[in-house]
């Protein structure tokens, strides 16, 4: 089965420290998303594009959050500076449109 | 976008067949409901979508009603494995699929 694919899968860091995480979208897929997960607030909506071009990133704050999509293949989420309360599960899910969404297994990051 | 409500938890025994109901009073026209599975560690993985009556496929069934104002997730025979996080959402297919997640509803098969 394809999958979709984010590196790393583990990621530990200061607080301030760039971080950057990575998602190859399934061949073919035409929508990208981003989502993160806490305990607290569970599993949020960060941003989305469709054929590479940002659709909504309203779930994102802006002042520290950037989401990419540099080719078809790669999707990037960059956090810069890092903050401890940024420490969550990311996910990356692709898809096309009207067909469900197929997500990775994600990037835990903790901000120290 | 329509919020869904679902049930916090249930419990379950394996073999027997569990239904998971949400609400989703807001649904609009062009809205698909869709329900995926999620285990510790990992990203949620879709089980099912539909629009109206009855779907079906090898691990699940969804029923919605005429007014598809709910839908009922039933998983025939669980096991062990199948205690995960089930979520419902609703959203427009022909929008990207955006999705907003509740907070699910958790599923613990016992023996």
């Known amino acids: 089965d394809a999958r979709v694919t984010q590196t790393p899968r583990h990621k530990v860091t200061e607080m301030g420290q760039e971080v950057t995480m990575r998602c190859q979208p399934i061949l073919g897929h035409n929508t990208v998303f981003w989502y993160r997960q806490t305990m607290m607030q569970g599993l949020e909506l960060l941003a989305y594009?469709?054929?590479?071009?940002?659709?909504?990133d309203s779930g994102m704050p802006k002042d520290r959050f950037s989401a990419e999509m540099p080719d078809a293949t790669l999707a990037t989420l960059k956090i810069q500076p890092s903050e401890p309360r940024d420490s969550a599960v990311y996910f990356c899910a692709s898809g096309l449109e009207n067909q469900p969404q197929h997500f990775g297994d994600g990037t835990r990051l903790s901000i120290l | 976008l329509a919020k869904t409500t679902q049930p916090i938890s249930m419990d379950s025994y394996e073999g027997q067949e569990v239904n998971i109901t949400c609400s989703h009073n807001?649904?609009?026209?062009?809205?698909?409901i869709t329900w995926y599975q999620q285990f510790p560690s990992q990203g949620p993985r879709f089980i099912i979508q539909g629009y109206k009556t009855k779907v079906t496929n090898e691990v699940a069934s969804l029923f919605i009603p005429a007014d598809r104002k709910s839908s009922t997730l039933s998983l025939p025979r669980v096991s062990l494995s199948d205690t995960a996080v089930y979520y419902c959402?609703?959203?427009?297919?022909?929008?990207?699929?955006?999705?907003?997640f509740g907070a699910g509803t958790i599923l613990r098969v016992k023996s």
């Open positions: 594009f469709r054929n590479r071009a940002p659709l909504d």
């Open positions: 959402l609703v959203g427009d297919a022909e929008y990207g699929n955006k999705l907003v």
């Open positions: 807001n649904i609009a026209t062009n809205d698909y």
